[in-house]
């Protein structure tokens, strides 16, 4: 017997979509955290941010790359840059650690 298909509301694809851009974590967790397949969340990153970039297109430069394109690179990119801040901002805290330990270890005979 199959199961019944779920029904989402536009309020919880956009949440998922905002969790996302907002988030460091991979799109495999994200949709097992909020129990969607990957297709779906696809499907809704594409409609949602689509949209989103048609309602702000005015009209100007409709000859270039596709905004829906530069919207998605864009997310993807704000994300990668997130990541890559949490990283920095760990090693800093890790180095900041190692610098007391060593300053202030009296039998720290380095110097």
Known sequence: MTQPRRRHSEEFKQEVIDYFLSSAKS?????RDFQISPSQFYAWKK???GDAESDRASGEGMNEVPKEASVAELAEEV???????????????ILKKAALILGNDPHNNMS
């Open 27 to 31: 799109v495999t967790q994200i949709c």
């Open 79 to 93: 994300r990668r840059l997130r990541q890559e801040l949490a990283k920095s901002q760990r090693r800093e805290e």
């Open 47 to 49: 409609k949602l941010l």
